[in-house]
């Protein structure tokens, strides 16, 4: 229970829920929804006009995945790869994706995680629905991925 006090004021209590994780995936837009800001294997922005293929490896950046091993320092630029005590899953249009890295992003801030996830062969083409899943919380709907055959 979080209350705030202000000029000898108290505002109203608000519950806050603390949990391990809340994951959410970075979008272009920086709206929460639309195009996933993701990287394809060639280096590209992910996008319609530029898809994944099929079986390729894509980076999404991410954050609230929750504590990395080794820990994190706030505000800290990032130098070498780690990982994260909670497992982290990617699911296309629901179908699990191979997660080949979850940790710090290297060359940004503390926060940021890179995910490189290998795009399932069994995946449907056009803009797909992309998620993950941190401490049994999924991540917000409405974040795109493009694939291609």
Do not use: K, M, W
Not at 83 to 108: F, K
Not at 117 to 138: D, H, K
Request: proline content about 6%; aromatic content about 2%.
């Amino acid at each position: 229970e979080l209350r705030v006090e202000y000029d000898g004021r108290l505002s109203n209590s608000v519950v806050l829920e603390i949990a391990q994780a809340a994951p959410a995936i970075f979008t272009l837009n920086s709206s929460g929804t639309g195009n996933a800001a993701a990287l394809n294997q060639d280096g590209r922005a992910n996008s319609s006009s530029t898809p994944a293929r099929l079986g390729e490896v894509v980076v999404l950046y991410a954050t609230g995945i929750g504590t990395t091993s080794p820990p994190s320092a706030d505000g800290a630029i990032q130098v070498g790869a780690g990982g994260h005590t909670n497992p982290v899953r990617a699911l296309i249009d629901g179908i699990d994706c191979e997660v080949s890295y979850s940790g710090p992003a290297p060359g940004l801030v503390a926060g940021v995680t890179q995910i490189n996830i290998t795009i399932p062969v069994s995946a449907r083409t056009g803009n797909r629905q992309v998620e993950l899943v941190a401490a049994g919380r999924r991540s917000q709907s409405g974040v795109l991925i493009s694939l291609a055959p």
